[in-house]
């Protein structure tokens, strides 16, 4: 089994910063990729920012220069940096994972963490 544990959100006024982090653990062979989605109420889930095992990132035009997502291989942990943070980025965000389990298969999985809420006052 694997688990992704988010930690870092909170009540922040606009303008401020708010880091988040998501770490896993678990049967983990290897991570191919880690990202965080968001979703606003009566929204769709959203990708925010991916970043493969590589280094490699993927950031939404929205939040880019204001987010930066990073990952720390051997710990297993993606961050995700928020500044200059408006009441649009009010949302629960939520961290995904694209891992192997173990060396007896070369299937890949996506999980999912239970989500942090992230809200933005005016």
């Known amino acids: 089994q694997v688990q992704l544990v988010e930690s870092g959100g909170g009540l922040v006024q606009a303008g401020g910063s708010l880091r988040l982090s998501c770490a896993a653990s678990g049967s983990i062979l290897s991570i191919n990729a880690m990202g965080w989605y968001r979703q606003a109420p009566g929204g769709q889930r959203e990708l925010v920012a991916a970043?493969?095992?590589?280094?490699?990132?993927n950031i939404v035009d929205s939040v880019k220069g204001r987010f930066t997502i990073s990952l720390d291989n051997a710990k297993n942990t993606v961050n995700l940096q928020m500044n200059s943070l408006t009441p649009e980025d009010t949302a629960v965000y939520y961290c995904n994972a694209d891992i192997r389990g173990d060396i007896w298969s070369p299937n890949v999985y996506r999980y999912w963490g239970q989500g942090t809420q992230v809200t933005v006052s005016s």
């Open positions: 970043i493969t095992r590589g280094g490699s990132t």
